[in-house]
């Protein structure tokens, strides 16, 4: 059903001068979605909210709502040109006026697990590529065209999403930063077999597919979950870190496809921390990772770590045997010589 708006929209990128990769594609095509999601999820609270006969208070001020500049409507639900901004004027407005009232969110935030903390995050992390207004405006109407009302439609954007961050890993030279085979996360997942009530943790999620599918994993049979468990869930469960900015954004909005409202996951750089500092109430029931090796860190980041090293995957396996409960689990991938690296660690 929405196959075909991704390739148009896609379509649209390829002829945008200020987009030149899959990177760029991927990265644009996220921030409208995720404005796009954000309009019907507070549409869906203010009905809610009107059928309890209470006033919902909207994140999103007026002038700045989807419904307000992306898409305007007349009464009859038609699209209004008169009052829908292109060309210069849209540019202007979404680059000088929307991008940084968004990102102002994240001073605002009452904590970095709201949903607020996370449109200042994405916003404070990306920018606005297009350089025409009019192919922004075809964009948006592409755009406005998705539906995130129910289960079905998440589900099907989240697997057309999910297959273009497979397109932009393979197109790119470090793909594997973005992208984990999905047939190789479901064994690993189906291994540990996690449990409601567990948390787990991936300190390198990329973007969040271990998470992903570790919440289809669980929630494969919402009938029989009481409301305290789905809450457990979109909650208390899953929790990431992720150190490049482009990877943030794909992790938050996947997850936010695959039915978390806001994502547990930090930018950060998960080597910054240092060991000594972990206590009990920072470990893991569960982790899961395909954490960078080959790359190398700084002599100070080296020093978090009781063997120092400046390859990162053997950074990493000791913050995964620092962060996991007692008789905690973890599948890893790691390259077939981690163990015969000729690494002074």
């Given at each position: 059903m929405f196959e075909q708006t991704f390739k148009n929209i896609d379509d649209v990128l390829w002829k945008e001068a200020g987009c030149s990769s899959e990177l760029d594609y991927t990265e644009q095509t996220s921030w409208l979605l995720f404005l796009r999601y954000l309009d019907d999820l507070e549409t869906e609270r203010a009905m809610e909210a009107e059928l309890k006969g209470a006033t919902y208070d909207y994140?999103?001020?007026?002038p700045h709502r989807w419904s307000t500049w992306?898409?305007?409507?007349?009464?009859?639900?038609?699209?209004?040109?008169?009052?829908?901004?292109?060309g210069d004027d849209l540019i202007a407005f979404v680059s000088d006026d929307l991008f940084p009232y968004l990102e102002g969110f994240k001073e605002r935030a009452s904590g970095p697990n709201t949903i607020e903390y996370k449109i200042g995050a994405i916003f404070g992390?990306?920018?606005?590529?297009?350089?025409?207004?009019?192919?922004l405006r075809e964009a948006l109407d592409l755009t406005?065209?998705?539906?995130?009302?129910?289960?079905?439609?998440?589900?099907?954007?989240?697997?057309?999403?999910?297959?273009k961050i497979k397109n932009m890993g393979n197109a790119g030279r470090n793909g594997g930063e973005y992208y984990t085979p999905r047939p190789l996360?479901?064994?690993?997942?189906?291994?540990?077999?996690?449990?409601?009530?567990?948390?787990?943790c991936d300190p390198a999620c990329g973007s969040a597919g271990f998470l992903c599918e570790s919440y289809d994993y669980l929630r494969h049979d919402t009938k029989t979950l009481s409301t305290a468990q789905l809450k457990t869930l979109q909650e208390s469960t899953f929790y990431g870190k992720e150190k490049k900015s482009l990877a943030y954004i794909l992790g938050i909005m996947n997850m936010i496809?695959?039915?978390?409202?806001?994502?547990?996951?930090?930018?950060?750089?998960?080597?910054?921390?240092?060991?000594?500092?972990?206590?009990?109430?920072?470990?893991?029931?569960i982790i899961l990772a395909n954490p960078p090796f080959g790359g190398k860190e700084r002599k100070e980041v080296q020093q978090n770590f009781p063997v120092k090293t400046s390859e990162t995957a053997f950074l990493f396996l000791q913050y995964f045997i620092k962060s996991l409960k007692a008789g905690g689990r973890a599948a890893v991938v790691i390259k077939n010589t981690f163990l015969s690296n000729s690494d002074n660690a």
């Open positions: 994140l999103i001020d007026a992306a898409a305007p409507k007349n009464a009859d639900g038609s699209f209004d040109h008169d009052n829908a901004m292109t992390e990306i920018e606005n590529k297009f350089r025409s207004g009019y192919s406005d065209s998705l539906q995130f009302r129910s289960q079905e439609e998440k589900h099907e954007l989240s697997h057309i999403y999910e297959a996360i479901r064994a690993m997942v189906e291994v540990i077999a996690p449990k409601l009530g567990e948390t787990i496809l695959h039915g978390i409202d806001a994502p547990n996951i930090i930018l950060t750089n998960t080597l910054s921390e240092n060991l000594a500092d972990i206590q009990e109430k920072d470990r893991f029931d």
